[in-house]
């Protein structure tokens, strides 16, 4: 009895085993099945066209600068997009991609019309600079040969009409290009006008024949730089503000050494122009260094040049009160200094704030207009003063760019609720709080349950990050 009792109790115990292991697989093969299906194809595109998403990585595509706030929501976001898309099984992960332009095209609505790097396209004042420039380089061709008769109308109007069907003449060179490239050409343009015929007539010297010999210098520096800022820009993507600084400086320091070289009362045209062209060089070399050691943006710089501006009238204005009282050439030291302390002030005041291209515009184009009020008011007064026709529209351009850099740089702290930002600290303290994460951590099954934890899978509900 004993005996059979035992080969029941082991035929019990293996039918046991038998039914637990069919259990346990069915019960894996369920949790598979329930797994798969919340990871579909579907549910991954909408998290990834997720507004929030799709507006940072709109600014990331146009290369606009991104906060640390964007960034790490960015960084974590796309962690989370990855962790989805390996629990996707192969079949969702082929339907994503047999789907998802009819998703985009039907499905997508509004978001369909803001795609995540906007097509480049030509603006009218893209046209006007081409012609411009092309004009310029005929007419420079004109001094140099001089011809007669309608060649001399002819040349400007042939090379301006080239300058604009270059993407008629080699569509390649324009592919995939963006704004940046065409600011960085036109700056490179623009600057080569100062450089090469600065360096013309440090070469040829005054005269006559010699101005048509640095026209035409102009005119090949010109093109030189603009093809230079063209291709380095294309090849390189630099944020906006690193071109905008080129561009600052670019300007104020060939004026830098203008100044110095009327300080020290230089006569020779050779000198004069060398001073330009020295002082263009170390600009550029200095613009570089500054952009590579904080990344400034457009409106940062827009705001810097314009804070530059409104000193340098400011200086003059105190120049032309020095000059009625006792002349010297070292006056014109006094605007120079106004502007590098313009464009100190104004950088160590930009950082942290990070301002928008609407922003710096908008400080830029008030600034223009009170400065235009503050003529007309010295106008009605009917002043004889150079200084008041001078520093009467300075100052007034200076108090309104302070007046709204002041409001926009509250705005724009105030959104951040990071601290040590905007401080020389050797630390930066970040809190994010993400409470709809809450709902998309209770969507998604605990994988390892057998251990009692849930993988993670999704932000957490706040992140605390001190970087140093």
Same mark, same amino acid.
Request: charged share 20%; proline share 3%.
């Given at each position: 009895?004993?005996?059979?009792?035992?080969?029941?109790?082991?035929?019990?115990?293996?039918?046991?085993? $038998?039914?637990?292991?069919?259990?346990?697989?069915?019960?894996?093969?369920?949790?598979?099945? @329930?797994?798969?299906?919340?990871?579909?194809?579907?549910?991954?595109?909408?998290?990834?066209?997720?507004?929030?998403?799709?507006?940072?990585?709109?600014?990331?595509?146009?290369?606009?600068?991104?906060?640390?706030?964007?960034?790490?929501?960015?960084?974590?976001?796309?962690?989370?997009?990855?962790?989805?898309?390996?629990?996707?099984?192969?079949?969702?992960?082929?339907?994503?991609?047999?789907?998802? /332009?009819?998703?985009?095209?039907?499905?997508?609505?509004?978001?369909?019309?803001?795609?995540?790097?906007?097509?480049?396209?030509?603006?009218?004042?893209?046209?006007? +600079?081409?012609?411009?420039?092309? !004009?310029?380089?005929?007419?420079?061709?004109?001094?140099?040969?001089?011809?007669? *008769?309608?060649?001399?109308?002819?040349?400007?109007?042939?090379?301006?009409?080239?300058?604009?069907?270059?993407?008629?003449?080699?569509?390649?060179?324009?592919?995939? $290009?963006?704004?940046?490239? +065409?600011?960085?050409?036109?700056?490179?343009?623009?600057?080569?006008? $100062?450089?090469?015929?600065?360096?013309?007539?440090?070469?040829?010297?005054?005269?006559?024949?010699?101005?048509?010999?640095?026209?035409?210098?102009?005119?090949?520096?010109? $093109?030189?730089?603009?093809?230079?800022?063209?291709?380095?820009?294309?090849?390189?993507?630099?944020? =906006?503000?690193?071109?905008?600084?080129?561009?600052?400086?670019? +300007?104020?320091?060939?004026?830098?050494?203008?100044?110095?070289?009327?300080?020290?009362?230089?006569?020779?045209?050779?000198?004069?122009? #060398?001073? !330009?062209?020295?002082?263009?060089?170390?600009?550029?070399?200095?613009?570089?260094?500054?952009?590579?050691? %904080?990344?400034?943006?457009?409106?940062? !710089? =827009?705001?810097?040049?314009?804070?530059?501006?409104?000193?340098?009238?400011?200086?003059?204005?105190?120049?032309?009160?020095?000059?009625? /009282? /006792?002349?010297?050439?070292?006056?014109?030291?006094?605007?120079?200094? #106004?502007?590098?302390?313009?464009?100190?002030?104004?950088?160590?005041?930009?950082?942290?704030?990070?301002?928008?291209?609407?922003? *710096?515009?908008? +400080?830029?184009?008030?600034?223009?207009?009170?400065?235009?009020?503050?003529?007309?008011?010295?106008?009605?007064?009917?002043?004889?003063?150079?200084?008041?026709?001078?520093?009467?529209?300075?100052?007034?351009?200076?108090?309104?760019?302070?007046?709204?850099?002041?409001?926009?740089?509250?705005?724009?702290?105030?959104?951040?609720?990071?601290?040590?930002?905007?401080?020389?600290?050797?630390?930066?303290?970040?809190? /994010?709080?993400?409470?709809?994460? %809450?709902?998309?951590?209770?969507?998604?099954?605990?994988?390892? %349950?057998?251990?009692?934890?849930?993988?993670?899978? @999704?932000?957490?509900?706040?992140?605390?990050?001190?970087?140093?």
């Amino acid at each position: 009895m004993r005996t059979v009792s035992k080969i029941h109790a082991m035929k019990f115990s293996n039918v046991s085993l $038998i039914l637990s292991g069919f259990l346990l697989v069915m019960l894996s093969f369920v949790h598979n099945a @329930s797994a798969q299906g919340l990871y579909t194809a579907r549910g991954y595109w909408e998290e990834s066209t997720k507004e929030t998403y799709r507006k940072i990585k709109t600014k990331e595509a146009n290369r606009e600068l991104l906060t640390n706030d964007e960034k790490s929501y960015l960084a974590d976001f796309e962690n989370y997009l990855k962790n989805y898309w390996e629990r996707m099984s192969d079949e969702e992960k082929e339907l994503y991609e047999n789907m998802l /332009d009819t998703w985009n095209r039907e499905l997508l609505g509004p978001i369909a019309s803001e795609p995540l790097q906007k097509d480049f396209d030509w603006r009218g004042r893209d046209r006007a +600079i081409n012609v411009f420039y092309g !004009v310029y380089y005929g007419a420079s061709l004109v001094a140099l040969f001089e011809p007669d *008769g309608a060649a001399a109308v002819g040349i400007p109007l042939i090379t301006g009409g080239l300058w604009v069907l270059g993407p008629f003449v080699n569509p390649k060179k324009y592919q995939n $290009i963006d704004r940046t490239v +065409i600011r960085a050409s036109n700056t490179g343009k623009f600057l080569g006008l $100062i450089y090469g015929g600065a360096l013309g007539y440090t070469f040829y010297g005054g005269g006559d024949n010699n101005d048509r010999g640095a026209f035409l210098f102009s005119s090949l520096g010109s $093109i030189a730089l603009g093809e230079l800022g063209f291709q380095m820009q294309k090849r390189k993507m630099l944020p =906006e503000g690193h071109i905008e600084m080129f561009r600052h400086y670019g +300007i104020v320091g060939p004026w830098l050494g203008l100044s110095l070289a009327g300080a020290l009362g230089a006569d020779d045209t050779r000198v004069v122009a #060398g001073s !330009v062209l020295a002082g263009g060089v170390g600009g550029l070399l200095f613009a570089n260094r500054q952009a590579k050691k %904080y990344n400034y943006t457009r409106g940062d !710089v =827009e705001n810097i040049s314009t804070l530059s501006l409104a000193t340098t009238g400011l200086g003059f204005a105190v120049a032309a009160e020095t000059i009625a /009282d /006792d002349f010297s050439n070292a006056i014109i030291l006094i605007p120079a200094a #106004g502007t590098v302390l313009g464009t100190l002030a104004g950088q160590k005041s930009v950082k942290g704030v990070y301002l928008t291209n609407r922003q *710096g515009s908008t +400080i830029a184009f008030s600034a223009l207009g009170a400065g235009l009020v503050g003529i007309g008011f010295a106008a009605l007064i009917q002043s004889d003063a150079p200084a008041v026709w001078i520093g009467l529209p300075s100052a007034m351009a200076l108090a309104t760019q302070q007046i709204i850099f002041s409001r926009f740089k509250k705005e724009n702290l105030s959104r951040n609720l990071s601290l040590g930002k905007d401080r020389d600290l050797p630390y930066r303290l970040s809190f /994010d709080l993400t409470p709809g994460n %809450y709902l998309v951590n209770k969507r998604i099954p605990a994988t390892g %349950y057998l251990h009692g934890t849930t993988p993670h899978v @999704s932000n957490p509900l706040a992140t605390v990050r001190l970087s140093f």
